[in-house]
């Protein structure tokens, strides 16, 4: 059983940056594609950034490209998501996913989730 847990989130100003990290237990993490999410109040979930077990393939929300970027460290079963210039809109729970199927982590269809890290951005 896989088990995520985020970390890393918390309050910064609008232009700032954040790193979040994503650690795994409970599988071989090279065998998963990892992404994050996000949730507004009031809104529905979002795609914000993908990467393959072998960083061949790696996709971005349209709302963070250019500004977020993730990468992954498998030796340490670890995902992270660098967000830089930070925005009052990119206020939200960012939760981390895991799934042996990229195009079903994509679709917000993961297999396995975290229960979320909060980010927020003050104007």
């Known amino acids: 059983q896989v088990q995520l847990v985020e970390s890393g989130g918390g309050l910064v100003q609008a232009g700032g940056s954040l790193r979040l990290s994503c650690a795994t237990s409970?599988?071989?993490?090279?065998?998963?594609?990892m992404g994050w999410f996000r949730q507004a109040p009031g809104k529905e979930r979002e795609f914000v950034a993908a990467i393959n077990w072998i960083r061949s393939n790696i996709y971005y929300g349209d709302s963070v490209k250019g500004r977020f970027t993730i990468a992954r460290d498998n030796a340490k079963n670890t995902v992270y998501l660098q967000m830089n210039s930070l925005k009052p809109e990119d206020t939200a729970v960012y939760y981390c996913?895991?799934?042996?199927?990229?195009?079903?982590?994509?679709?917000?269809?993961?297999?396995?989730w975290g229960l979320g890290t909060q980010v927020t951005v003050s104007s």
């Open positions: 409970g599988g071989i993490l090279s065998e998963y594609s």
């Open positions: 996913s895991a799934d042996r199927a990229l195009s079903r982590l994509r679709l917000g269809s993961a297999g396995y």
